[in-house]
């Protein structure tokens, strides 16, 4: 759910041309998806799951 929020805020900041906002969003996208990645590998997740996850969400691992 955050991810998509994420995703809209920055597509709103794309569509309005606020680059700083939208960089910003970026990063916050990947540091959520980072997060959720590592704990679902601690938590016996194999990578290759998740990235596969990572990799249809469009986001960077």
């Known amino acids: 759910m955050v991810m998509a929020l994420l995703q809209e805020l920055e597509n709103e900041a ?5 680059t700083a906002i939208e960089e910003a969003l970026r ?3 990947f ?6 990645r590592d704990l679902a590998i ?8 998740c990235s596969a996850t990572s990799s249809v969400t469009g986001q960077r691992h």
């Open 14 to 18: 794309v569509a309005s041309g606020q």
């Open 27 to 29: 990063e916050e996208m």
């Open 31 to 36: 540091a959520e998806t980072a997060f959720w």
């Open 42 to 49: 601690r938590h016996g997740e194999s990578v290759d799951a």
